[in-house]
């Protein structure tokens, strides 16, 4: 428990890293042991950022705890309030109209789109190349200024409401997405040849941080750390929810299971969510963006499950409900959390500056880890 | 016609015929000295607002753009905040070492400065063996970082220091013979000597296809030299937050970043000195009338828009590429640059011996 303020044992440097580092994104800490450059043992210590959301939302109705959500992983905030519009609808099986369906699918896959930006330019920047992070912040930039119109937020949208979404689509939301769709396929391109390329990138990623794919099942990895290591496990494609059952898409899976495959699978994924709002910007079906719900929402008593794959992987929101207007107990299963625990098991051996590779790679967000 | 070496000259004749011999001399080192303090300081200032609006440019943002006209005074305003910062000292620290550290960075920086050619025929101090003295005093550099790194007392910047010690080491050897082929081909390690060697035109064109592998594998190496990236490993901020310099702070923290600058002047300087003339004009065998219209140019113009050329070409390293492993930073050094350059020397030798260059 107390190791980390000892200097060594047996000749070995125990260092933290974070809560503050720069690598950290957020204030992760890692008690790491190293053998000179080479890391024997790494603890993840949590509890920095954590603000009990699973309690807070025990006292919120289930119209309002869905904003909260927004605060967890907040690359994905879209995608984790559809989460929980999901089910609350499987719980009082409210109809959702088609066209909210629609809106909401293009909505999370614009959101993974942008996650995947940051992600990218984050990663690039672990590595030490701070030019990426520039680039794909300009492509970002355009996503959010769609969300804002649209929603009026651009980070936490709050924009999934049980029965549908909160308004109607801004007048240029088709004509700016599809503007973007044709501007971001060229810079996806750009992204390659700035970074996939490098001699210098493909040596540092190319079998680091080796997961197999029974370690990854073992340790419950998903999301493009999961497909990463060969596991087939999106969920928009095993278990469909709102429209993604109509849409086209492949479910990108690589066999290597090292750092250059995750980082495959998220640019492949891009390239997948473009094809699906391809498929969707000119068929939202008209009709109402919401269903007509009661004013107060009250679950039936019983336990409800939704699972959904955000950018990171499967979010699951897990409620127990005694027939009131707030849950009883909240559960939610965060994909960042699964795939940190696996971060020990690849980096034991390897380097301190391949870590960094690692965490990149692994697209860590804190407030999803630590609820 | 105009030129730094009448002014120098027309100084020292007035203090001569002024002062009595002693005091002559005594004046032109005091003149000197300011003057490489001020060349220091302006360099500084120039080479960071450079980096700043390089890295801007090719990261599509404006950069420094408030103070002063176009943010040319940021620099400024940066030093003074710098100044007026608290140099903290850890509790832990080895006092001296961790305060003497970059004091000697920046001044193994001002003693690079004395052998190097700004314009034709205007130089500190005209040593026989000025290569040899600059690959010698250069390598010094890493005791400075050493100290600051052990002295610091922090686990950080203990492994910058060992990463930048077992780089600087390694990558050194490249540098000096890639240094030594030039040497080789001209036949002298007086710094005026190479200069004039390359009236008819420089090295890189003059030593065929060796000579241009060595300019790539001296590019490399000192790159590596200077810490910048895509060596960096020393400051590595994603990895080790600021290497060696985690603790600096204030001044003591800007004389580091002083010293970096100026080193990477330096070293482009000396890039510049021995593979693209100096301060020679770009000139072509024995095309007369097109040297003379070359030699119109001002030759400090020459040897600053070559060394700015390869600063350049330093900083556009840094902004594209990501940063190497420090298993595969020496594996590129033992493994690919030194037997290449061993053998690059070998062919230089037998080009020099035949008299095969132009």
Redesign the interface.
Known sequence: MFEEIG?TTEGD?I?NVGPQ???THGVLHLVITLNG?TIKKLEPHLGYIHRSIEKMCESLTYRQFIYVTSRMDYLSAHINNQACALVVEKGLQIEVPDRAKVIRVLMAELTRIASHELWWGAM????????P???AF?ERETINDIMEETCGARLTMNYMVPGGVMQELHPNFQKKVKEFIKLFRLKVHEYEE??TG?I??Q??MKDIGVLSKEDAISYGCTGPVGRGSGVSCDIRKLYPYDAYDKVQFDEVIETAGDSLARYMVRIKELHQSISIIEQLIDNIPEGDYQAKTKAVLKLPKGEFYQRVETARGEFGVYIVSEGGTTPHRIKFRSPGFSNLSALNHMAKGS??????AMMGTLDLVIPDIDR | MWSFSNIADSIQNWLNQTFSATWSLVMQMLIAGIAVISLFAILGLVLVLMERKVSAWMQIRLGPNRVGPKGILQTLADTLKLLVKEGLTPAGADKILFNLAPVLALVIGMLLMAPIAFAKDFQLWNLNIGVLYISAVSSVMVISILMAGWASNNKYSLMGAMRSGAQIVSYELSAGLSILTIVVLCGSLNIPDIIYSQADGWWIFKGHIPAIISFVIFIIAVTAETNRAPFDLAEAESELTAGFHTEYSGMKFALFFLAEYVNVFIVCAIGATLFLGGWMPFHIGQWESFNRVMDYIPSSIWFFGKTFFLIFLIMWFRWTFPRLRIDQLLNLEWKYLLPISMINLLLVTVIAILGWHF
């Open positions: 200097t440097l260092i580092h720069p690598a450059e690039a920047m672990d590595i030490g190349a701070f030019t992070f520039f680039h300009r700035l970074l490098n210098i990138f040596n540092r380097k301190l500056g391949d870590l960094v």
